[in-house]
Antibody, heavy 121, light 110 residues
Framework: QVQLQESGPGLVKPSQTLSLTCTVSGGSISSGDYYWSWIRQPPGKGLEWIGYIDHSGTTYYNPSLKSRVTISVDTSKNQFSLKLTSVTAADTAVYYC?????????????WGQGTLVTVSS | QSALTQPASVSGSPGQSITISCTGTSSDVGGYNYVSWYQQHPGKAPKLMIYDVSNRPSGVSSRFSGSQSGNTASLTISGLQAEDEADYYCSSYTSSSSLVFGGGTKLTVL
């Protein structure tokens, strides 16, 4: 059973960089069949796709966040990470990591439990 | 990229059927057979209910079905049950090799 777990600071100051890591267990990021994604949800609001990465490090980003986002992968640790720069209060959200089925179909079949990141001084 | 358009809320009585629409453009929903639907209960992570427009993952009830016509995708839930009360989100692949979600629909089971 694949499991994903987000980790990182729950509080980030305005203008600083938000950094989160997703650890994957029960399956290998290196398998090449999937896309590994970050999705966020501001309190009381809907889902917003941030971007995803494949096992080779190829990335795809939400155009509205592209200038501030970097997603990277560490296959040796079976982890992928998110960096979001110059954060403001509008970046306060629950951040989820998720696996897209890739060749098996368009859809996120496994999700982490989510981690709340608050941007505040 | 603009969010896909979903009704803010829908409701139905137990045993009834409801349909949630998800409207996009020819650059997303209408351009590909890549629409997925998610169910989210309060405080929980979303759960994949439908992928590739109309396919159900293993373990998802056959009461959930998906379809698409032009730029609009739809999720139908038949035989409504109390546990179906949740928020539902659609998602589509886009022509810019990105992904967009709908604004979400709150389903109330009366």
């Amino acid at each position: 059973q694949v499991q994903l777990q987000e980790s990182g600071p729950g509080l980030v100051k305005p203008s600083q960089t938000l950094s989160l890591t997703c650890t994957v267990s029960g399956g290998s990021i290196s398998s090449g069949d999937y896309y590994w994604s970050w999705i966020r949800q501001p309190p009381g609001k809907g889902l917003e796709w941030i971007g995803y990465i494949d096992h080779s490090g190829t990335t795809y980003y939400n155009p509205s966040l592209k200038s501030r986002v970097t997603i990277s992968v560490d296959t040796s640790k079976n982890q992928f990470s998110l960096k979001l720069t110059s954060v403001t209060a509008a970046d306060t959200a629950v951040y989820y990591c998720a696996r897209d089925q890739g060749r098996s179909g368009f859809g996120f079949d496994y999700w982490g439990q989510g981690t709340l990141v608050t941007v505040s001084s | 990229q603009s969010a896909l358009t979903q009704p803010a809320s829908v409701s139905g009585s137990p045993g009834q059927s409801i349909t949630i629409s998800c409207t996009g453009t020819s650059s997303d929903v209408g351009g590909y057979n890549y629409v997925s639907w998610y169910q989210q209960h309060p405080g929980k992570a979303p759960k994949l209910m439908i992928y590739d427009v109309s396919n159900r993952p293993s373990g998802v009830s056959s009461r959930f079905s998906g379809s698409q016509s032009g730029n609009t995708a739809s999720l139908t839930i038949s035989g409504l049950q109390a546990e179906d009360e949740a928020d539902y989100y659609c998602s589509s692949y886009t022509s810019s090799s990105s992904l967009v979600f709908g604004g979400g629909t709150k389903l109330t089971v009366l």
